[in-house]
Nanobody, 121 residues
Framework: QVQLVESGGGLVQAGGSLRLSCANS????????MGWYRQAPGKQRELVAT???????NYADSVKGRFTISRDYRENKVYLQMSSLKPEDTAVYYC???????????????WGQGTQVTVSS
């Protein structure tokens, strides 16, 4: 069983910063992509930032220049540094990982339970 656990969410004023962390546990042979998605009330879940096993990154246009994704390959952790936060960044943020538990398996997507980020104006 693979589990992803997020931490670091909270309430912050507009213009402030937060750092989200995501730790993986369980039987993991390898991880391909890892990243962050978010879902605001009444909206669909959307990509925030992802990083590949080779170090490539991808960001939503709305967060470029403000958010930075990083990854600890040895510890299988992923982080999201969020700066210059805006009220429209308010959402539940979900950690994501494409995990292969055994060498003979294909990659499967796993999700964390989510952490709330609220940005007040």
């Amino acid at each position: 069983q693979v589990q992803l656990v997020e931490s670091g969410g909270g309430l912050v004023q507009a213009g402030g910063s937060l750092r989200l962390s995501c730790a993986n546990s369980g039987n993991i042979f390898s991880i391909n992509a890892m990243g962050w998605y978010r879902q605001a009330p009444g909206k669909q879940r959307e990509l925030v930032a992802t990083t590949t096993s080779s170090g490539g990154t991808n960001y939503a246009d709305s967060v470029k220049g403000r958010f930075t994704i990083s990854r600890d390959y040895r510890e299988n952790k992923v982080y999201l540094q969020m700066s210059s936060l805006k009220p429209e960044d308010t959402a539940v943020y979900y950690c994501y990982a494409a995990v292969r538990r055994y060498a003979y398996e294909s990659y499967t997507d796993y999700w964390g339970q989510g952490t709330q980020v609220t940005v007040s104006s």
